[in-house]
């Protein structure tokens, strides 16, 4: 798949190579567990505001490690993730779509105190897709 954005990216030195990036991934992975434990458990205390975004980006962060690479910017790491692995069949579009939801619901939550239950609850099933497909692509299926 070829963005003109994410080649602007790179460009920019917002997606760059970063040698120590596919020994972290795994431990990137372990993060991203983490914040779907904590995503679930702020649902069931309906702490909305912090159901949202981490387990994606962090599960992405994995993904983009995997690669040899590093974002410096979270734009650029959802660009990446439609380069890298919708592009090779590996991450379904409507899951990238859904780390650019749950970003902007992150922005709205932290500048806007904006956030609600029912999309708080879609983000986090959607977050345990992504989550899923981030540790197939580290064992290697």
Not at 10 to 26: E, N
Not at 48 to 76: D, N, V
Request: hydrophobic share 40%; aromatic share 10%.
């Amino acid at each position: 798949m070829k963005l003109p954005e994410f080649d602007d990216c790179l460009k920019r030195g917002k997606i760059v190579r970063f040698p120590p990036a596919k020994k972290l991934a795994a431990k990137e992975l372990d993060v991203a567990r983490a914040d779907l434990v904590a995503s679930q458990n702020s649902l069931k205390q309906k702490n909305y505001k912090w159901a949202t975004y981490y387990t994606m980006f962090h599960a992405a962060r994995t993904l983009l490690y995997h690669k040899g690479c590093r974002e410096k910017s979270h734009y650029c790491l959802i660009l990446a993730m439609k380069a890298f692995y919708v592009s090779e069949g590996v991450l379904e579009m409507r899951l990238v779509e859904s780390l650019q939801m749950a970003k902007a619901m992150r922005e709205g939550a932290d500048y806007e105190n904006t956030f609600d239950a029912k999309s708080a609850k879609a983000l986090v099933e959607q977050a345990e897709e992504f989550l899923k497909v981030a540790e197939g692509v580290l064992r290697g299926q």
